[in-house]
């Protein structure tokens, strides 16, 4: 991995928080607000996306070298609704080809899963 750090994008300005990333394993924690729910009242499917989309981008990133990870297939299965509060969520990479990673997440809120989402990632070589 490089000493380069990503630039802050779509998720930060979301409110997203990287905890750790690293050996192929990334922790992103947000505090879902009123702002982030959709008109049933509970958290917007399209900010789970991102969030699992965020980690999981994270955990392909911190086992490669100069490989770029680029989603080329994400499924999230949502399991229950979210609510305002805090949100975690940790990737792993499960399987990892020359030019595909394929990585899981898991979304968690007060100790309950809220979604499990899989990808798999492009390795765009520099």
């Not at 399209?46 to 955990?59: E, I, K, P, R, S």
């Not at 994400?74 to 990737?91: D, I, Q």
């Amino acid at each position: 991995m490089t000493d380069e750090q990503p630039r802050p994008g779509f998720a930060e300005r979301l409110g997203a928080r990287s905890e750790q990333a690293g050996e192929g394993r990334a922790r992103v924690r947000f505090e879902a607000t009123e702002e982030h729910l959709n008109p049933a009242g509970t958290l917007h499917g399209g900010v789970l996306a991102t969030l699992v989309d965020t980690a999981m981008g994270q955990a392909v990133r911190s086992a490669t070298d100069d490989d770029v990870p680029a989603t080329s297939q994400l499924t999230v299965t949502y399991l229950r609704p979210g609510k305002p509060g805090a949100v975690e969520v940790t990737a792993s990479v499960r399987t990892r080809g020359e030019h595909l990673t394929v990585c899981e997440a898991e979304v968690e809120q007060d100790g309950r899963a809220l979604a499990h989402a899989v990808a798999t990632f492009a390795l765009l070589h520099r």
